[in-house]
């Protein structure tokens, strides 16, 4: 099977080298000539393309099978130009190509403020920021692209944790350092074993429409805090609930409807239990 990954970074790279584990052809294409050399490693070719280069993008994914989509701006990138425009493209393109499948990264911050409910895939989403917005119109956009000869699966992914970006690193920041608010908001994760195999899961058994892709454990952004600087014996965190919290979601996110696929996570907590 062909399988191209539009968008090579932390994710991208760990599901090329997956899927070329799997025996897969990998097509992997990257926006920067001097990440070629690195990701030879992990696929079998390497296109270097922008995501609005229709063209470019047409040629490369004409005899691909799967896509996934899995784009992410640079620091201090656009992203109605990283996110927008690319799924336009990708939209625009599809019908011009042999691609029976398209999974698309996006994330659970689309759903907004629901005050710590449970939310699911049916749940109307409500995105907060400009980035919010722009991310749920590329959702829009791939959905309205999808045919019964071309699946769209998109997958709404929690924050991002695993080698390379452990919760140590991610927090270590904030040790001894004081935060607005009360920390109670709802902290949706899901580690980066869960996001490739979810991924893979998708193609695998052929999903189409939106799924959830976080983990079981949903603590508060304060319990989550404390129980990384109390594993890792950081300063504690002091929270100032004088001041509005900087946090403009807060949803706690459920990923039953991928579970009843038959998909089992390999991370469903932090760490195992009594740990």
Known sequence: MKVAIVGC????TAVAQHWQAQGLTVLATTTCQERVSELATVADR?????????????????DQQVVLLSVAPKRGGSYADTYLS???TMAQILPQTDVQQLIYTSTSSVYGQHQGAWVTETTPIAPTSDNGKVIAAA??????????????????????YG??????????RAAGTTRPGKGDE????????DIVGAIDWARRQQLSGLYNVVQDE?????ELISAVCRRYGLEPVQWDETQPSSRFYNARVANAKLKATGYRFVHPRFWPEGD
Not at 47 to 54: F, H, K, M, S, W
Not at 163 to 172: C, D, H, S, V
Not at 186 to 193: A, E, F, G, P
């Open 139 to 160: 959702e829009e956009t791939l959905l309205a692209a999808m045919t019964d000869q071309q699946q769209v699966c998109i997958l709404r992914l929690g924050g991002i």
């Open 186 to 193: 709802r902290s949706n994760w899901v580690h980066l074993d």
């Open 9 to 12: 970074g932390y994710v991208g």
């Open 163 to 172: 080698p390379g970006r452990t919760l140590e690193k991610i927090y270590g």
């Open 218 to 222: 949903v603590p508060t952004v304060r």
């Open 86 to 88: 690319t799924a336009k």
């Open 46 to 62: 390497i296109e270097v393309l922008q995501g609005d280069d229709a063209e470019h993008l047409r040629a490369a994914l004409a």
